[in-house]
Every structure is written in structure tokens, then in C-alpha cells.
């Protein structure tokens, strides 16, 4: 019967020391995905104090957990001279209530240089539905905002571009007709004055002309804007043009 206990014993320590091992294995492998997440998790007490914080996170300000411990997060140096630090200390208290929250708030990163994250708060809950931690977590998007509004400025400078390549199109459809009219314009004055019974409107006939001649030239400058036609480079003197 001794022996049959002692067994029994023994097979219980094996039993025992095989979870412990399991249980051991399990925390090792949670730490590691913990740990090497590209994305800045950590956890908070319902006050907001700092429980755990991953290395990703930890990396972002060179800091350690034994310097972190129990600070109040808001206090941490991630939030250092951050803008948003009203909007964490509120979502600190929310979600310690049950409300979740998440909003783009503005951290200091490497060398002290600000960086936008994709921030949550989120409440951690036992069995029965109780809060019992808050579970903080981020992602990193100050290159993907940058990217963003790289994208939009560039989309704005191609929709100003169709803008002033329809406007050259109706300028090149006016000038054209403009034209016309000009050189309609043009030939019935140099009809006029070859007339020998208008030889005393000959000034008259010629202000016609000039002025016809000057309105072409402008229509000229249309056609060029529109690239229907080839631009008319000539030498200038600046003094003579001012």
C-alpha cells in the first residue's frame, strides 16, 4: 500500500512539473509575440498606471520597464510635450467605465521628434464582465499620413492641370473664331483702302487695320496657350518693354 502511494506521488510531481513546464512554455511564447509585435502594446491599471509595455514600445524612447513601473501612462515619456495628453487622460477614464476609445494622437518618438499614432484604449474584462486592466495599443502612421497627403497634393495639382487644360481648349476654340473674324476684318479694310473715293478715310482705314493687326497678335498668344500653335520667340530689349 506504501508503495502504491509513493507511485501515485510520484506520478502526481510528474504530472505537476509537466504543466509547470507547459505553463512556463506558454509564457515564453506569449512574451515573445508580446514583445515582438510591430505594434506599441502595453497594459494599465484602472487608475492608468503603467503595468507592462512591450519592446517594440520601449524602443521608441530607449526606455525600461524598472524605470516605467507604476508611473502614470500620461506621465510616461511617450506623452512628453504631446499636444494630445487631454485626450489620453480622458480616454484613461472612459475605459476604466467600460467605454472603449481610439483616435490619431500625437506621441514623441526617436530623438524627441513627434510621431502620429493610431492610438486605442481598450478595457481588459474577467469572466463575469468586470474591468479589471486597460490594454493601451498603437500603430505608427506618421509616414503612411505623410504619404497620404503627398498623394492628395499631388491629386490637387493634376485636377488644377485638367482645370487649365480646359481652359486652354475653350481659349484655342475662341481664338480660333476670333481669328476669323479678324482676317474677314483685315481684308475688307485693305479693299477700303484701295478705294480711290475713300482716299480721305485712309487714316481712319489704317487705325482699323493696326488695331486688327494688334487683335491677331493676342489671338496668337490664345493659340500658343492652348499649344495650338508654336509660341513666336523673338529677341527683346527689356528697357524698351518696361
Not at 510520484?10 to 506558454?26: C, K, P, Q
Not at 488644377?160 to 481659349?171: R, S
Amino acid at each position: 500500500q506504501a508503495l502504491c502511494i509513493l507511485v501515485a506521488v510520484l506520478a502526481t510531481a510528474r504530472e505537476y512539473e509537466a504543466r509547470g513546464r507547459a505553463a512556463h512554455s506558454a509564457q515564453r511564447l506569449y512574451r515573445a509575440m508580446f514583445d515582438q509585435t510591430y505594434q506599441y502594446v502595453g497594459l494599465l491599471d484602472l487608475d492608468g498606471r503603467l503595468m507592462e509595455a512591450n519592446r517594440t514600445s520601449l524602443t521608441v524612447i530607449d526606455g525600461s520597464m524598472d524605470q516605467l513601473r507604476g508611473l502614470p501612462f500620461a506621465d510616461t515619456p511617450w506623452w512628453a510635450g504631446s499636444p494630445d495628453r487631454a485626450y489620453l487622460e480622458a480616454a484613461i477614464a472612459g475605459a476604466a467605465a467600460g467605454q472603449p476609445f481610439r483616435r490619431e494622437l500625437t506621441i514623441r518618438g526617436p530623438h524627441g521628434l513627434p510621431r502620429l499614432l493610431d492610438f486605442s484604449l481598450r478595457p481588459l474584462r474577467d469572466e463575469i464582465g468586470r474591468v479589471i486592466r486597460l490594454i493601451p495599443e498603437a500603430r505608427d502612421i506618421t509616414e503612411e499620413r505623410a504619404a497620404q497627403r503627398a498623394h492628395e497634393k499631388i491629386e490637387a495639382q493634376l485636377h488644377q492641370a485638367h482645370k487649365l487644360e480646359a481652359v486652354g481648349q475653350l481659349a484655342g476654340g475662341i481664338a480660333h473664331d476670333f481669328n476669323n473674324l479678324l482676317t474677314v476684318i483685315q481684308g475688307f479694310t485693305s479693299l477700303l483702302l484701295g478705294a480711290p473715293d475713300l482716299a480721305g478715310r485712309r487714316a481712319e482705314l489704317g487705325h482699323i487695320a493696326s488695331a486688327s493687326e494688334r487683335a491677331m497678335a493676342l489671338t496668337r498668344q490664345l493659340l500658343t496657350f492652348s499649344n495650338d500653335a508654336v509660341p513666336d520667340e523673338q529677341v527683346v530689349r527689356l528697357d524698351a518693354l518696361v
